[in-house]
């Protein structure tokens, strides 16, 4: 058993093909920064909307733009994504020979480039947009006065009927893939770096050197004359390279404080974190009381802040305390992510359905 133990080490160590906590580490890396960042824009915007609720409306849009810039960056100069290259990898064109490797200063080819960027950029984005969209069905099945035709209710029903099996089958295709990498069965522990043609491994001494060489190269090499559009293109691509170097070094400096917030405001932790921040439930504001001549709210107080109408479902936004009508209010808030008495940052499940008696 020793043996086959040290055999299997000396293979992997021979074939350099990272370990699995390795790899699943710098898969979490990324995904822990995504949440952190979006709680620092949510309080932000929270705290002025006026100034920052847009950063609040496009994070998806904003967060995917950095991203790619980001990434970008780093597959086309050290041959690997952001957090691959914060834990020492890089990634192998498929079919490439220890001998015929490329140094990681090299980049992937266009090919393999741009397959990366797909499956680390695009991918994600359109699967945040897709569980939003799923969401938004679910409470619009579950909330809405006025069903939709027969149709459409049947084909968005299957819908969401089908998309846990789906996403069960996505998941599952991962981590069969995982086990068959911890095994040795495999060499990519992602399914997603197989279709780009790529496999992970460590950075060599000749990588390393060479990544320390290549700024200082950089900075000696004098640039022949040129023409105008060429230096235009020059300049252009010497910006996006420096928002990236940017975006880069800040995160790899703030990496460890982001990956703290995410922890800290998980689920796991909102009990302690309520425990010793909770506080009394703060008056609604001066300036919009109903005795207020705010030209936002009307005077009396059975009837809709939106259609002016006497309110028919009453529905209250949890985030302001306001009551509104149901349908007034649902559609305002998809659309606007917003309170529309106060600004605040708000989204559908803050909506609370309010039963009289009668009812």
Known sequence: MAEHGAHIATAAVADDQPSIFEVVAQDSLMTAVRPALQHVVKVLAESNPTHYGFLWRWFDEIFTLLDLLLQQHYLSRTSASFSENFYGLKRIVMGDTHKSQRLATAGLPKKQLWKSIMFLVLLPYLKVKLEKLVASLREEDEYSIHPPSSRWKRFYRAFLAAYPFVNMAWEGWFLVQQLR??????????????????????????????????????????????????????????????????????????????????????????????????????????????????????????????????????????????????????????????????????????????????N
Request: charge should be positive; charged fraction near 20%.
């Open 181 to 358: 990498y911890i095994l040795g069965k495999a060499q990519h522990h992602s399914p997603l770096l197989r279709l780009a043609g790529v496999r992970l491994g460590r950075l060599t001494d000749q990588d390393i050197q060479a990544l320390e060489r290549k700024p200082a190269e950089a900075g000696v090499m004098q640039q022949p004359d040129r023409s105008v559009s060429e230096k235009i293109k020059s300049a252009l691509k010497k910006a996006v390279g420096g928002v990236a170097l940017s975006l880069s070094t800040g995160l790899s400096v703030g990496v460890f404080f982001l990956q703290f917030l995410d922890w800290w405001y998980s689920s796991e932790n909102q009990e302690t974190i309520k425990s010793l921040t909770a506080l009394p439930t703060p008056p609604p504001p001066v300036h919009l009381d109903y005795n207020s001549d705010s030209p936002l709210l009307p005077k009396m107080k059975t009837v809709c802040p939106l259609c002016r109408k006497t309110r028919v479902n009453d529905t209250v936004l949890a985030t302001s305390g306001y009551v509104f009508c149901y349908r007034c209010v649902f559609h305002y808030v998809r659309s606007h992510q917003a309170c529309p008495i106060t600004g605040y940052p708000t989204e559908v499940q803050h909506l609370i359905k309010l039963y009289s008696p009668e």
